[in-house]
């Protein structure tokens, strides 16, 4: 019999991980170098045709080995890659992340807890318990005492579990009516769908953000018991970065007797800058709220959190496995993990983050933050004193929306597409008052001026046939 595969956990597995990881890195290196730019050239086509060349026969008779299957995927995955470690690729919330997050990611994958039971993650569970704790202390305060929070594969879930803990903390009233803006993310309109619960009551949200008066007229026509109305807020819009009025809105939730969940999937963050987090006044009041660290937080995905300013709604995702919390296990000082989750096998993600946390501190994460809210007005700023651009407007977070001055759209959508199949940027693009813009998202904290100042040459020297 052949002797198997080594494998990455127990006292000899980081030998093990020695040559494949310095193969991996090596392979990592010429992919980029063999990339040469923020993503590869040629398109969709070009892409594919070079993957299935390097992949060869997915299912060979016989392998070829760990280590040249490494250098050879893991070339042509680097060499195929949208890089958000290059400044010129800023078109979503895709953040490069921290090379200490991902070697913590790393020790994470080799010891593979499963954070369904205790005896599977007996030290990751108590990490995440830690961290989810702090968390919410950070955003409810010390005083609040039990404030928790869940952590998520990102902000997606993190919606769809804020839906699901309202409509199961109102279900003896009535079903659930959720209120959205215009700018809400369509994340929470099918959690909606998903969960049963009514259309969502869509609220005018002009110029970006959620209209506090068209929300007060919206409660006050609906009908239905108190406290079964959600209102979803948001602090960071997709499209724009914009962050809606959240005093106001909280104050219109006390006052209605409503629910208030706010996605700050982009925003959140905000709260470790000493210069920023009074943007986020008002989130404090929030029922729920959304958290996304693998945006504005430079963690590898996944790294969503839920937080939520009442344990007691946690407890609607309680459920029995015997296999897993056996009621006598419980009551001998098991922790019960089947409850923090609507997944049963989920990874440790919290690993990186509390990494994260200590490496940093609040002040270097909120520097991280800070960085690249300074480049966005920098750039602002920039595309203002061009003659030949249009900015949409001061930005609030990291995004900029900017156009040629005279484009129509179809030219907007050509300069995007153009780039990205010379692979030489990716620019976001958002519709905003029914006109198209160019989007650039600056997550990047090692961003200069030049970099953006090539942005706009770039854009400048691409246009239509």
Not at 436 to 459: C, E, F, M, Q, Y
């Amino acid at each position: 019999m052949s002797t198997p595969p080594p494998l990455a956990g127990g006292a000899q597995g980081s030998q093990a991980l020695r040559p494949l990881l310095t193969a991996t890195l090596e392979a990592l290196r010429t992919g980029a170098a063999a990339r040469g730019g923020p993503l590869p050239a040629g398109g969709p086509t070009a892409v594919a045709a070079r993957v299935r060349e390097a992949t060869g026969e997915v299912l060979p008779e016989r392998g070829e080995g760990a280590e040249a299957a490494l250098r050879t995927l893991v070339h042509a995955l680097a060499e195929g890659a949208a890089d958000p470690a290059d400044a010129l690729c800023a078109a979503h919330l895709h953040c490069p992340p921290l090379a200490l997050a991902v070697a913590a990611d790393l020790a994470a994958c080799a010891l593979n807890p499963s954070m369904d039971s205790w005896d599977q993650a007996p030290a990751a569970s108590e990490i995440e318990a830690l961290v989810t704790r702090a968390l919410a202390a950070e955003l409810y305060g010390t005083g609040q005492g039990g404030a928790d929070a869940l952590v998520t594969t990102g902000g997606t879930e993190s919606n769809q579990l804020a839906l699901l803990l309202a409509r199961e903390r109102t279900a003896a009233h009535g079903p659930v009516q959720l209120l959205t803006g215009e700018n809400a993310h369509h994340s929470l309109g099918r959690a909606a769908w998903l969960l049963g619960m009514p259309d969502p009551v869509t609220v005018p949200a002009p110029a970006g953000v959620l209209d506090p008066a068209a929300l007060d007229e919206a409660l006050t026509q609906l009908t239905g018991p108190p406290g079964t109305f959600l209102v979803a807020a948001t602090a960071g819009t997709t499209d724009a970065g914009l962050i809606d009025p959240l005093g106001q809105i909280a104050d219109l939730c006390a006052e209605h007797g409503a629910r208030l969940h706010i996605d700050a999937a982009y925003g959140g963050p905000l709260l470790f800058s000493g210069v920023r987090r009074e943007l986020l006044h008002g989130m404090e009041r929030a029922d729920s709220v959304t958290f996304d660290l693998h945006k504005l937080g430079w963690q590898p995905v996944a790294a969503g959190l839920l937080l939520v300013r009442d344990p007691h709604d946690i407890a609607a995702l309680g459920h029995h496995a015997d296999y897993l919390n056996a009621d006598d296990d419980t009551e001998a000082g098991l922790p019960d993990l089947l409850g923090r989750s609507l997944r049963t096998t989920r990874r440790p993600d919290v690993l990186k983050i509390a990494v994260t946390l200590k490496a940093l501190g609040r002040e270097g994460i909120g520097a991280l933050v800070d960085q690249v809210c300074d480049q966005a007005l920098e750039f602002a700023a920039l595309i203002d004193a061009h003659p030949g651009f249009e900015l949409y407007d001061r930005p609030a977070l990291s995004t900029v929306l900017f156009r040629p001055v005279g484009a129509d759209d179809d030219h907007i959508a050509y300069v995007r597409r153009e780039l990205l199949n010379q692979g030489r940027a990716v620019l976001g693009r958002a519709v905003i008052d029914g006109r198209r813009w160019l989007k650039a998202t600056l997550l990047n904290p090692h961003t200069r001026s030049g970099d953006l100042a090539g942005i706009l040459k770039l854009v400048e020297g691409t246009t239509p046939r």
